[in-house]
């Protein structure tokens, strides 16, 4: 430990903790919003239920966290999944479908049973992502291309071409209800996300999923069914996507076979880049996902609060994401890490020499 | 055993030779059909009129209106055969689309362009291929007018105009501000719509427009934007959607937002879908400027003269209506989309 570093060792620990420059990028945009409208941070309370921004932002980035916890576990088996905005697609068009031709819309088990057979869909579609991958061995980014391109033709089919639109009060509960003041879809999330949480940290099975983005085969010889869980996370991952398309659909009540959950497979995959989960595989981040979700929601909400040009939107949220991939990349720390070295001694020297 | 095989192996082979023959019969019967085609398009015009047509996407409940007047009048029974694709509001899909239409040598090439520029080279291919164009809906910004033969579609600037003088006479007489949901960035509905807007609300003092941001014609990103705006500005009177998607897409953000459309923030739409008309006489929706999507008769007419070599109109305008929250209650039970 150099004599000129100012730095104490536990700023120096939080510094250097992964999550470190995600979390300010997170309080740099909060200011920024803030100063941009000194309301932004604020909540008010109106029928019981909590209104704000913050609000605004978990409940528009529920439906992103529901996709970035499923890409999270695959990509930590050094897998990747391109087809979860195509299951967003096919998951709200299959919904709103059968809401739509039912009897009574507005009945709880018609919606209900929607949802049954949505979610039961989108297993199937992440079981399928999963055995191409798994028993196949067709590279992931391959595989899921597949459904990637074809999804979307599927939920066409569904739809008919036409967006789909319906009335029908409990399904509008789950992207715009309330539970105890806070929005439906927060609930849902949470609860996907403390449920993950639990099952990967609290258990091996966390463990046994980095084990096998490390090394599948080492991990097959020391007796881990890789192939079982390379196939389950498939299929999670296409299971929360079709949840998190049925709360997408539900905030707009339609289904847009075109527009639904388009791109969201590169938000997820930023996401939980932006989170310190590598794309090689191995180690993961659930909290890092949840701060990178949060990143991604933000920007999309300061584009509008600080007034920037429709048509330049896309360079400055690239301009925000490389900052943080940059800020989090070992190189360039070691490299300003150096420099800051350099600096501090040259310093020094002239103390000396004055 | 033995002469099993043998048997199946000629079998085989006159199946393949049969193929042959069909495969050659097609492709012969393929370029006389051609043949006759072009003598028709020169000629007379009692063949079957083969158009290729390309679709922006399906983002609204207007262009799925637009899609099926289209398709329900391009029938075979009207004499024609219709080849339809969606562009997923892409222009690349688009140009895409038109070029195989050149290639497969249709009569005619219709299309809605997604956006108004970076049309003219495509459009000079289908030019030197000599297949005439025929644009519905939205408009290209193409220099040379010679690259189209007509332009059927509703007057946007005029749409953006009606629904500028109706909040400058009914609403503006205190000061309000009002926030925008613009089109698609770059198309022309986006474009028109907002000048026709501006131009005749810049005589009134008491109309300011504070902000203004793409919502992609979605309703999706109309709700996201109007979220946004509700955090930005605690002020806003009215809002002006360039279409009635987004505009539906506001209503659920302004209601998220604990207040009340239509009364809390006053809402003016352009396009009169059903489910904005049903909005419009619920009362959530003051105004609605009606953008005709019911294209398909016009455009048959149109194909039909220019196939049969008669002289069309370069621009023909689509009649519209507007309608306020009590118009809406009567004209709901028998609108046709």
């Known amino acids: 430990m150099s004599t000129a570093a100012p730095a104490t060792p536990t700023w120096q620990r939080v510094t250097q903790h992964r999550l470190f420059w995600p979390v300010v990028a997170l309080v740099a945009l909060f200011v920024a919003n803030t100063i941009a409208n000194p309301g932004f941070l604020s909540l008010r309370l109106q029928d019981g239920h909590l209104f704000g921004a913050l609000i605004n932002l978990l409940r528009g980035g529920s439906p992103l966290l529901l996709i970035a916890l499923g890409m999270t576990l695959v990509i930590a088996t050094r897998g990747i999944d391109l087809s979860v905005g195509a299951v967003v697609a096919i998951s709200g068009a299959v919904a709103l479908s059968f809401i739509a031709s039912s009897s009574d819309p507005s009945s709880v088990t018609t919606v209900l049973v929607a949802i049954g057979i949505a979610l039961a869909l989108s297993l199937v579609l992440g079981v399928w992502n999963g055995f191409l991958v798994s028993v196949v061995g067709i590279q992931p980014i391959i595989a899921t291309l597949v459904l990637m391109t074809a999804g979307r033709g599927v939920a066409m089919l569904i739809t008919g071409g036409q967006i789909t639109t319906v009335n029908s009060a409990p399904f509008k509960t789950l992207g715009s209800g309330f539970w105890l003041g806070l929005p439906v879809a927060v609930f849902v999330a949470g609860g996907v996300f403390a449920l993950v949480a639990f099952l990967t940290r609290r258990t091996a099975l966390g463990m046994l999923i980095e084990s096998v983005g490390i090394n599948p085969e080492a991990s097959r010889l020391a007796g881990v069914k890789s192939r079982s869980i390379i196939w389950t996370v498939y299929a999670v991952c296409g299971l929360f996507a079709g949840l998190g398309g049925l709360i997408i659909s539900s905030n707009v009540m339609a289904a847009d076979a075109n527009n639904a959950g388009l791109f969201i497979e590169l938000d997820a995959i930023l996401a939980v880049v932006i989170g310190g989960t590598s794309l090689s595989g191995g180690k993961f981040s659930l909290a890092g996902t949840l701060v990178g979700v949060l990143i991604i929601q933000t920007l999309t909400v300061t584009v509008t609060m600080l007034g920037i040009s429709p048509s330049v939107t896309p360079l400055f949220k690239a301009i925000v994401v490389i900052a943080v991939c940059l800020a989090q990349s070992p190189k360039i720390r070691d490299a300003v890490a150096a420099r800051r070295r350099r600096a501090a001694r040259t310093s020094q020297a002239a103390e000396v020499a004055a | ?337």
């Open chain 2, 1 to 337: 055993m033995f002469s099993t095989k043998k048997a199946r192996t000629r079998l085989t082979g006159v199946l393949a030779g049969a193929a042959v023959f069909a495969l050659a019969a097609c492709s012969s019967g393929g370029g006389s059909d051609d043949d006759t085609a072009d003598a028709g398009g020169n000629g007379g015009g009692d063949d079957v009129i083969s158009i290729g047509f390309s679709q922006v996407g399906a983002e609204s409940g207007w262009r799925a209106a637009n899609t099926k007047s289209i398709q329900d009048t391009l029938t075979a029974e009207n004499g024609f055969d219709l080849s339809f694709s969606d562009a997923q509001q892409k222009q690349e899909n688009q140009i895409q689309a038109i070029r195989s239409y050149i290639a497969q040598g249709v009569d005619v090439i219709a299309f809605s362009p997604v956006v108004e520029s970076g049309w003219d080279a495509v459009l000079e291919e289908a030019k030197d291929a000599g297949i005439p164009v025929i644009l519905t809906d939205r408009a290209v910004d193409s220099e040379d007018e010679s690259l189209y033969e007509s332009f059927i579609g509703s007057d946007f600037v005029l749409e953006g105009e009606t629904a500028g003088e109706w909040v400058s006479e009914n609403l503006a007489t205190e000061p309000i501000n009002v926030v925008e949901l613009q089109g698609t960035t770059g198309a022309a509905p986006a474009i028109d719509r907002k000048a026709g807007f501006e131009e005749a609300t810049s005589d009134n003092p008491n109309v300011t427009i504070i902000d203004s941001q793409t919502g992609n014609f979605t309703r999706s990103e109309g709700k996201t934007v109007m979220e946004g705006f509700l955090q930005a500005h605690d002020d806003i009177d009215l809002v002006y959607a360039h279409n009635d998607d987004m505009g539906l897409g506001a209503i659920e953000a302004i209601e998220a937002a604990g207040l009340v459309p239509g009364e809390d923030i006053k809402i003016v739409t352009v396009d009169a879908v059903k489910d904005g008309m049903q909005a419009l006489a619920d009362g959530k929706i003051n105004f609605i400027v009606e953008c005709n999507p019911l294209l398909g008769p016009d455009l048959a007419e149109i194909a039909k003269k220019v196939v049969a070599g008669e002289e069309v109109e370069k621009r023909i305008v689509v009649e519209d209506q507007s309608f306020t929250q009590e118009q809406a209650v009567e004209a709901l039970p028998t609108r046709e989309y």
